[in-house]
C-alpha cells in the first residue's frame, strides 16, 4: 500500500486500523476544526496525534509508510517495536481489554514453518513457564493467530546492561557485583531446575526501574530433560553458540553438551565488560575469538580499572577459567564469592537513563496502574536483602565446622550443598599479560582475609518481612 498523500486519506487508514475507536477519532478531528487547527498535511497530523497520545510514534512511522494492518495479534494492540533478534521481533503490547502492557515475541512466519526454529521457540516457552524467579523475565502465555506463533512476557521497562555501559562507561564496582550477583541468583534457580542458559550477555540482561535485573532469552536455554532425548543435539546441528563475546571455550566447541559453568564464564565476561567497557577480545573476527575463548588470556581486568580490588579481580578470573573445573563450580558458589562487593545499596536506574515512553504508552500504564512507580522500598533493596540473607546463611553452614571442601549452596528452592568438583584443582594460573600478581582463586580461603560486619540474619528477616508488608499495603493503596 503506497503512502497516504493526503489528510482523509490518512484518515481512512487510521480508522481502519483499528488503533483508535472511531469516535475518538472523529472527536479529535472536530475539535482540531474547531479550534482552526485543522492539518494541513499527514505529517502534522500524524505528530498531533501522537503528542495526544492516540497513536505512537511506531504506529505514525507505519501509517505514514502506508501500512494500516497487523497492529492487532490476537488480543494484543502492538504499540512498540522493543527489539529485534535472531528469533524475531520483540514488541510492546498492550491486552485490548485488561490494558495490560506486555513484551511479545513473535517468530516470523517463515520461521514458524521451519520445524526446528518453531521448536527452539516452544522449548524457549516451555522453559520459562517452568523458571519462576524474580531474577528472569516471566513468560505468561504461548499463543498462535494464524501462522504466528508469539510468546506473551512481562514487559520489563528497563534498559539493557549492554546500553547501560554503552551509554554510561563502565559501571561502578559495587553495581556492576550487584548485578552480577542477581544474575547469579537467577542462574541458580535455573540450574536447580536442570537448566543452561547458554546465551548471557549483557544485551540478555535487563535492568528494570526498581534496579532488579531480569535474564532475558531462553531461545537457546538447554534442560536436562531435552538433553537426555538427544534434542539438544538435534536442534543445535545448525551452529548455534551464544554469542562470540560471551562463549565459554567448551560451548565453542560443543554446544549441546554444556552444563551450568559455560553460564558462569559468560557471567564472568559480562561482569569484565561492565567493569572494563569492552569485551575479553574486542578485535578479530566471530572465528578468531571463538578460538582466543579457547586459547588466549583476556588483558586482566585491572590494566582498565585499577580500583577493582584484587579480591574481585581474582574472582573474575576464576570465573573465565579455560576449564570448567577450574571455575566456581554453581552459581550459588561464585554468588557467595562477589558478597564482599555488593554490601552498598545501588540505586535504581534514574528516570532519564530508562526508555522514554510515549504518551499512548503512559495512557496505557495509567489505565493498568502497571509499571511500578512507586519506588519507595524498592524491590532492588527486598531482593538484596533476600539474597544476602540466604548467603548468610550459606556463611553459616560453613561456619557450622561442615567439611571444608563441601561448599554450601544455599540459594534457590532445590540447592543442596554440593561437593566441589575439583577441589584440588591447580587455578592460579597467570594470565599472560599480567607478571605483577599471581591471580589469587577465591575458591580457596585467602589468607588473613579481614572479617566483615555482618548484620545477623534475625534482623534481615525482620526486615525483608517490613518490607514486603510495606509494599504489600503500597499495593493495596493503589488498587483502591
Ligand atoms: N520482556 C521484555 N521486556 C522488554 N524488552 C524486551 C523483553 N524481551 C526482549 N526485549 C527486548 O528485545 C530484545 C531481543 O529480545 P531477545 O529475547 O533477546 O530475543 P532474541 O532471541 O531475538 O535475541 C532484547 O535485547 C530487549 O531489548
Ligand atoms: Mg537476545
Same mark, same amino acid.
Given at each position: 500500500?503506497? #503512502? $497516504?498523500?493526503?489528510?482523509?486519506? +490518512? &484518515? *481512512?487508514?487510521?480508522?481502519?486500523? !483499528?488503533? @483508535?475507536?472511531?469516535?475518538?477519532? /472523529?472527536?479529535?478531528?472536530?475539535?482540531?476544526?474547531?479550534?482552526?487547527? #485543522? $492539518?494541513?498535511?499527514?505529517?502534522? +497530523? &500524524? *505528530?498531533?496525534?501522537?503528542?495526544? !497520545?492516540? @497513536?505512537?510514534?511506531?504506529?505514525? /512511522?507505519?501509517?505514514?509508510?502506508?501500512?494500516?494492518?497487523?497492529?492487532?495479534?490476537?488480543?494484543?494492540?502492538?504499540?512498540?517495536?522493543?527489539?529485534?533478534?535472531?528469533? !524475531?521481533? @520483540?514488541?510492546?503490547?498492550?491486552?485490548?481489554?485488561?490494558?495490560?502492557?506486555?513484551?511479545?515475541?513473535?517468530?516470523?512466519?517463515?520461521?514458524?514453518?521451519?520445524?526446528?526454529?518453531?521448536?527452539?521457540?516452544?522449548?524457549?516457552?516451555?522453559?520459562?513457564?517452568?523458571?519462576?524467579?524474580?531474577?528472569?523475565?516471566?513468560?505468561?502465555?504461548?499463543?498462535?493467530?494464524?501462522?504466528?506463533?508469539?510468546?506473551?512476557?512481562?514487559?520489563?521497562?528497563?534498559?539493557?546492561?549492554?546500553?547501560?555501559?554503552?551509554?554510561?562507561?563502565?559501571?561502578?564496582?559495587?553495581?556492576?557485583?550487584?548485578?552480577?550477583?542477581?544474575?547469579?541468583?537467577?542462574?541458580?534457580?535455573?540450574?536447580?531446575?536442570?537448566?543452561?542458559?547458554?546465551?548471557?550477555?549483557?544485551?540478555?540482561?535487563?535492568?528494570?526501574?526498581?534496579?532488579?535485573?531480569?535474564?532475558?532469552?531462553?531461545?537457546?536455554?538447554?534442560?536436562?530433560?531435552?538433553?537426555?532425548?538427544?534434542?539438544?543435539?538435534?536442534?543445535?546441528?545448525?551452529?548455534?553458540?551464544?554469542?562470540?563475546?560471551?562463549?565459554?571455550?567448551?560451548?565453542?566447541?560443543?554446544?549441546?553438551?554444556?552444563?551450568?559453568?559455560?553460564?558462569?564464564?559468560?557471567?564472568?565476561?559480562?561482569?569484565?565488560?561492565?567493569?572494563?567497557?569492552?569485551?575479553?577480545?574486542?578485535?578479530?573476527?566471530?572465528?578468531?575469538?571463538?578460538?582466543?575463548?579457547?586459547?588466549?588470556?583476556?588483558?586482566?581486568?585491572?590494566?582498565?580499572?585499577?580500583?577493582?580490588?584484587?579480591?574481585?579481580?581474582?574472582?573474575?578470573?576464576?570465573?573465565?577459567?579455560?576449564?570448567?573445573?577450574?571455575?566456581?563450580?554453581?552459581?550459588?558458589?561464585?554468588?557467595?564469592?562477589?558478597?564482599?562487593?555488593?554490601?552498598?545499596?545501588?540505586?535504581?536506574?534514574?528516570?532519564?537513563?530508562?526508555?522514554?515512553?510515549?504518551?499512548?504508552?503512559?495512557?496505557?500504564?495509567?489505565?493498568?496502574?502497571?509499571?511500578?512507580?512507586?519506588?519507595?522500598?524498592?524491590?532492588?533493596?527486598?531482593?538484596?536483602?533476600?539474597?544476602?540473607?540466604?548467603?548468610?546463611?550459606?556463611?553459616?553452614?560453613?561456619?557450622?565446622?561442615?567439611?571444608?571442601?563441601?561448599?554450601?549452596?544455599?540459594?534457590?528452592?532445590?540447592?543442596?550443598?554440593?561437593?566441589?568438583?575439583?577441589?584440588?584443582?591447580?587455578?592460579?594460573?597467570?594470565?599472560?599479560?599480567?607478571?605483577?600478581?599471581?591471580?589469587?582463586?577465591?575458591?580457596?580461603?585467602?589468607?588473613?582475609?579481614?572479617?566483615?560486619?555482618?548484620?545477623?540474619?534475625?534482623?534481615?528477616?525482620?526486615?525483608?518481612?517490613?518490607?514486603?508488608?510495606?509494599?504489600?499495603?503500597?499495593?493495596?493503596?493503589?488498587?483502591?
Amino acid at each position: 500500500m503506497p #503512502a $497516504p498523500s493526503s489528510v482523509p486519506e +490518512l &484518515l *481512512d487508514r487510521v480508522r481502519r486500523s !483499528g488503533l @483508535v475507536p472511531p469516535d475518538r477519532l /472523529d472527536g479529535f478531528v472536530a475539535g482540531l476544526q474547531a479550534s482552526g487547527q #485543522a $492539518p494541513a498535511t499527514t505529517a502534522v +497530523l &500524524l *505528530d498531533l496525534m501522537v503528542e495526544a !497520545g492516540m @497513536v505512537t510514534r511506531f504506529h505514525a /512511522d507505519k501509517l505514514a509508510a502506508g501500512k494500516y494492518k497487523g497492529f492487532q495479534i490476537g488480543s494484543y494492540l502492538i504499540l512498540d517495536q522493543l527489539g529485534t533478534g535472531g528469533m !524475531g521481533q @520483540v514488541y510492546l503490547a498492550e491486552h485490548a481489554a485488561m490494558r495490560r502492557l506486555v513484551a511479545l515475541k513473535v517468530l516470523p512466519v517463515f520461521a514458524s514453518e521451519d520445524a526446528v526454529a518453531r521448536e527452539r521457540f516452544l522449548r524457549e516457552a516451555r522453559a520459562a513457564a517452568t523458571l519462576d524467579h524474580p531474577n528472569v523475565v516471566r513468560v505468561f502465555d504461548l499463543c498462535q493467530e494464524g501462522r504466528l506463533l508469539y510468546l506473551v512476557m512481562e514487559y520489563v521497562e528497563g534498559i539493557s546492561l549492554q546500553a547501560l555501559v554503552a551509554r554510561n562507561g563502565p559501571l561502578a564496582v559495587e553495581a556492576a557485583c550487584h548485578y552480577a550477583r542477581q544474575v547469579l541468583y537467577g542462574l541458580q534457580h535455573a540450574h536447580d531446575l536442570g537448566f543452561v542458559h547458554r546465551d548471557i550477555k549483557p544485551a540478555n540482561l535487563l535492568l528494570d526501574r526498581a534496579g532488579v535485573v531480569k535474564i532475558l532469552d531462553l531461545g537457546l536455554v538447554r534442560s536436562q530433560a531435552d538433553a537426555a532425548a538427544g534434542l539438544t543435539r538435534k536442534l543445535d546441528n545448525r551452529a548455534i553458540l551464544g554469542t562470540a563475546d560471551y562463549v565459554a571455550p567448551e560451548q565453542a566447541v560443543d554446544s549441546s553438551s554444556v552444563d551450568i559453568r559455560a553460564d558462569l564464564y559468560s557471567l564472568g565476561a559480562t561482569l569484565y565488560f561492565m567493569l572494563t567497557g569492552r569485551p575479553l577480545f574486542p578485535d578479530g573476527r566471530t572465528a578468531q575469538k571463538l578460538v582466543w575463548q579457547q586459547i588466549k588470556d583476556p588483558v586482566p581486568v585491572t590494566r582498565f580499572r585499577p580500583d577493582v580490588p584484587p579480591g574481585l579481580a581474582d574472582v573474575v578470573h576464576v570465573l573465565l577459567q579455560k576449564r570448567k573445573e577450574d571455575r566456581f563450580q554453581s552459581p550459588a558458589e561464585a554468588f557467595e564469592a562477589l558478597a564482599p562487593w555488593d554490601d552498598v545499596e545501588v540505586s535504581p536506574p534514574p528516570e532519564e537513563w530508562l526508555p522514554q515512553q510515549p504518551a499512548r504508552v503512559q495512557a496505557a500504564r495509567a489505565a493498568a496502574q502497571t509499571g511500578g512507580t512507586a519506588r519507595a522500598g524498592s524491590t532492588s533493596q527486598i531482593l538484596t536483602l533476600a539474597m544476602r540473607s540466604e548467603s548468610g546463611v550459606s556463611r553459616r553452614i560453613r561456619a557450622s565446622g561442615g567439611d571444608p571442601s563441601s561448599e554450601a549452596s544455599a540459594i534457590g528452592s532445590g540447592s543442596a550443598i554440593r561437593r566441589r568438583a575439583n577441589p584440588t584443582a591447580e587455578t592460579d594460573a597467570v594470565c599472560s599479560d599480567d607478571t605483577t600478581r599471581t591471580p589469587h582463586n577465591p575458591r580457596r580461603p585467602r589468607p588473613a582475609e579481614p572479617e566483615r560486619k555482618r548484620v545477623p540474619l534475625l534482623v534481615l528477616v525482620a526486615v525483608c518481612a517490613a518490607a514486603a508488608a510495606a509494599a504489600t499495603a503500597a499495593v493495596l493503596v493503589a488498587m483502591r
